[in-house]
């Protein structure tokens, strides 16, 4: 079974602040994903990582894929209170799984004014 | 355009009872996804369909639980003699085809209270 470890569970900062959510895994994952979730929807996609190393950026946001494809980071500059939600790794293990996603705890962010 | 949607979006049931949770993909989105989401937990992959292949069930987590998907559209997840564990937020996607490279688009999602 391939599990995903999210860290922290939860943050709490102050505008302005940066932070940094990491995802970890003993397996490897054909391709991660992130997602935010807001309070009575569903997760919204923000990013797939693909490539072993790779970095994606959009706007504040840095995605980070780990060399070995087993571990990811989201990192967020300057956050403002905008941001505050649930953010998901997700990962593809491919092979005879593929497209069945496995998803970390998750990282409920909250950001103050 | 239309999104995911998922009906009913509450269901309040007693403890042994059916339930039926309906989920509309996209149009032209060939691979459903059905994930359980419990209080403050992540989500938990239950079953998958792509196009006419056989759905992948692995994560049902007991023979209560089974779903269908007709006509390559509409798909319901059935809950038979619902217990309070069952209780949670059940989540549908859709993709255009399985794979991880893929979006998956998400439903608001069926609030689910057993009690």
């Known amino acids: 079974t391939q599990l995903l470890e999210q860290s922290p569970q939860f943050l709490s900062i102050q505008e302005g602040e940066n932070l940094t959510v990491y995802c970890n895994s003993s397996s490897v994952f054909s391709s991660l994903q992130w997602y935010r979730q807001e309070p009575g929807e569903g997760p919204v996609l923000l990013v797939t990582?693909?490539?072993?190393?790779e970095v994606k950026k959009l706007k504040r946001l840095t995605f980070q894929f780990g060399d070995a494809r087993k571990d990811s980071s989201l990192h967020i500059t300057a956050a403002q209170p905008g941001d505050t939600g649930l953010y998901l790794c997700?990962?593809?293990?491919?092979?005879?799984?593929?497209?069945?996603?496995?998803f970390g705890q998750g990282t409920i962010l909250t950001v103050h004014p | 355009g239309a999104g995911v949607s998922q009906s009913p979006s509450n269901k309040v049931t007693e403890k042994g009872k059916d339930v039926e949770l309906r989920c509309d993909p996209i149009?032209?989105?060939?691979?459903l996804y059905w994930y359980r989401q419990s209080l403050g937990q992540g989500l938990e992959f239950l079953i998958y369909f792509q196009g006419n292949s056989a759905p992948d069930k692995s994560g049902l987590p007991s023979d209560r639980f089974s779903a269908e998907r007709t006509g390559g559209s509409v798909s319901t997840l059935t809950i038979q003699r619902t217990q309070q564990e069952d209780s949670a937020v059940y989540l549908c996607?859709?993709?255009?085809?399985?794979?991880?490279?893929?979006?998956?688009?998400f439903g608001p999602g069926t609030r689910l209270t057993v009690t």
């Open positions: 997700a990962g593809d293990a491919g092979g005879t799984s593929y497209g069945k996603l496995t």
């Open positions: 149009s032209g989105h060939t691979a």
């Open positions: 996607a859709s993709s255009l085809a399985a794979g991880g490279t893929y979006e998956q688009y």
């Open positions: 990582v693909v490539t072993g190393g």
